[in-house]
């Protein structure tokens, strides 16, 4: 069946750093790929998605391309701040499974220190 | 427009009792799921309902039921609490009209079970 697979974290960076968060998948269809965050106490807030191959998502300086040859859609931010620290949870969605259902990644907890 | 409302926020039952959580989606979105978070087990999708029908379902035992009305207001019941029935239980919203859409997430419900 289908599933993701992210890093494990946490992921500890300092203000103004680089951040990438690896997130590959297995998928029979053509899934559309979703990153989601949550922060603590809150439900997941839709951060980006991307529906096909090549297709670059972005939103807050964040940025996602779905890549089909190597089946991944790793999370990027050119420089993170403390209000970034969060759970980012990598998903997808196809025909197969249904487009209604998520299937997630375990999550990376992001820790961003001044 | 007004998010996903889930009520309620937090609720506290002991083993055996029944629970029944209530889920408002995004006005004009006809699809609700449901997803249980867990820290061993991650995101798990529930179930999901489309025009007051259940249309797609996950691996939980038959405890665990839901229902919508024709306002599209979804309830899920879980019967027969179990200690490892405590969570956090998501529900999401998205249009329903089929192919590649994004769901909206509410805040949850925070279930504890003593």
């Known amino acids: 069946g289908d599933s993701v697979t992210q890093m494990e974290g946490p992921v500890t960076l300092s203000e103004e750093a680089f951040l990438t968060i690896n997130c590959t998948y297995t998928?029979?269809?053509?899934?559309?790929l979703f990153w989601y965050v949550q922060y603590p106490g809150e439900g997941l807030q839709l951060l980006l998605k991307?529906?096909?191959?090549?297709d670059k998502g972005s939103n807050k300086g964040f940025e996602a391309t779905y890549r089909k040859e190597t089946t991944s859609f790793h999370l990027e931010k050119g420089s993170v701040q403390v209000s970034d620290s969060a759970v980012y949870f990598c998903a997808l969605s196809d025909e197969d499974t249904g487009f209604q259902k998520l299937v997630f990644g375990t999550g990376t907890r992001l820790l961003v220190s001044p | 427009k007004a998010g996903v409302t889930q009520t309620p926020r937090y609720l506290i039952k002991t083993r055996g009792q029944q629970v029944t959580l209530s889920c408002s989606p995004i006005?004009?979105?006809?699809?609700v799921s449901w997803y249980q978070q867990t820290p061993g087990q991650g995101l798990q999708f529930l179930f999901e309902y489309f025009s007051e029908t259940q249309r797609n379902k996950g691996n939980f035992p038959g405890r665990f039921s839901g229902r919508q009305f024709s306002n599209s207001r979804s309830e899920m019941n879980v019967s027969t609490l179990e200690l490892g029935d405590s969570a956090l239980y998501l529900c999401?919203?998205?249009?329903?009209?089929?192919?590649?859409?994004?769901?909206?997430f509410g805040p949850g419900t925070r279930l504890l079970v003593l």
């Open positions: 991307a529906t096909k191959a090549d």
């Open positions: 999401a919203s998205s249009p329903g009209q089929g192919g590649q859409e994004t769901q909206y």
């Open positions: 006005s004009g979105h006809r699809s």
């Open positions: 998928a029979t269809g053509y899934p559309s």
